[in-house]
């Protein structure tokens, strides 16, 4: 196999649902769509920001009822991550979203980790769920249901923070993460995709958070680099997912050669890959056709993935072991 052993640490679930699994799951659940046809769907795929995107994300989740629902669309990813060279993923899901709209818990979680459940054996893919909560919804909500994900023993590894960022700074999440630290749950949180720097260190600092999603804002703040790229504090870069929602202009100008250049512990993913137009392999591609990637950057970028995972020591062994036959065999 001659594709690159990658860990896929931020990817949102509810991100995978293509297009043409939109209309099969309407059709399934007699649920009218506002579009006539998978065209008229992807003309909606233009987006001007974070929040023009969540828009449209939240809707199109609508289609999503059953535990099979969710099951479906988890599979349909692993199938694809497996593809891609995923080998370990730590899958975002977001519980509020769906309660939101009359699906119970037991519902959108169950369904997720029943595919989750047989990935290792049927895709070669180990994962890992987190609930993620909706930073522009009240912290109380998110308490309330990080108490029921406790209380049914819902099968996480930890809990993340995403949806509108801007004016929703961690703070006001320092409950929730606290909870989370005494029930033993990992703790991530996105960070610096269209916020300010200061919004990682709170999530640094506030949040106990162990690893950034995107963090890609940090190159505005030298002492905050200083600091990531001494405690080799994890940041999930997202490259493709921050060209379409504008945060850059083009893949060109993408912050992440200088982020390595600095030493920051980055690493590649996909965040909503069927909106953004890749999952991980492409998003590889394109950096490795813009910047021209060697096999050891790409290499150092996969490691870092694998050592920023929750993953076993025997496990993250193995898979480091992968990454460097990977590198060796590339000539
Ligand atoms: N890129 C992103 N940023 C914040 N919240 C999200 N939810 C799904 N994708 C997201
Ligand atoms: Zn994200």
Redesign the pocket.
Known sequence: MNQLPVAELHL?I??TLEPELIFELADRNSIALPYEDLDELRAQYEFTD?QS??DL?YRNMDVLRTEADFADMTKAYLRRAAAAGIRHAEI?M?PQAHLARGVSLGTCVNGVASALAESEAEFGVSTELIA?F??DRPAEEALDVLDRLIATEAPIIGIGL????VGHPPSGFVQVYERARAAGLRRIA?AG??GPPSYITEALDLLGAERI??GIRCMEDEQLVQRLAADQVPLTV?PL?NVR?RTVDTLADHPLPAMLARGLNVCVNS??PA?FGGYVDTNVDQLTGTFGFTPDELARLAANSIRSAFLTEDRRAALLAEVEAWRSGQG
């Open positions: 949102h509810e991100g974070l995107f969540l994300y975002m977001d993620a909706l930073r995403d949806s509108a960022e996105h995709e269209e999603d995107h997202c997912s929602l965040d909503d909106y």
